[in-house]
């Protein structure tokens, strides 16, 4: 009988103890009513909640999850991208000079691409000549002219305008490293001249 009264009473302690630790959570529904209870429904967890013991005293505070919409996050995107180049800028020069002398590598390097992208068109027209001059002899005979004379004066064409193609490339290249560069030169010394005021 007391071994029973003894268990009955440790059950009590133990569901009494299991109530006492038990946490509650504060939440508005979708009617905006304040709701206290053991659980909280998923779809109310991202408008904040409050976590309280069984004695009502407030053990946590959850905030609302703050929803960035695609324009904000954009923002902080292009903010936290701008940042990161700033430093990579000041990391990589230590004067204006250094950014412009960077650009003239690259531009330089482009101009001798240019170059030979010239001096191959300047040989492929000549072959394109002599490739005409046989045609005419041919025709100046009223010979058929060979297959692969007419087949060897297309084939250079087409090279003259490939040539074409990459000297246009090269020149637009040319340009974006300038307005890249001059954006450098400028963006530097406005940092720069941030730091010798703060």
Partial sequence: MIGRRMCSAIALCFLASLAWSQEFY???NSEGQTVLDTKIPGQYVNAGYDVLDSSGRLLESVPPVQVIDATD???????ASTQQSDQ??????????EIDAHRLRKVQALEREIS???NDKRVTHIEIDKALQEKADYEARDFEVPVEI??????LNITILRLDEQLLRR???????DN???????RFSQLKAEQQSN
């Fill in 73 to 79: 996050a954009e923002q902080i995107a292009v903010a």
């Fill in 180 to 186: 890249e560069f001059v954006g450098k030169m400028n």
């Fill in 150 to 155: 007419l087949e060897r004066i297309d084939e």
């Fill in 88 to 97: 990579l800028l000041l990391s990589s020069y230590s004067r204006v000079e």
């Fill in 26 to 28: 504060r939440y508005k």
């Fill in 171 to 177: 020149q637009s290249e040319i340009v974006d490293i």
């Fill in 116 to 118: 030979i992208i010239a």
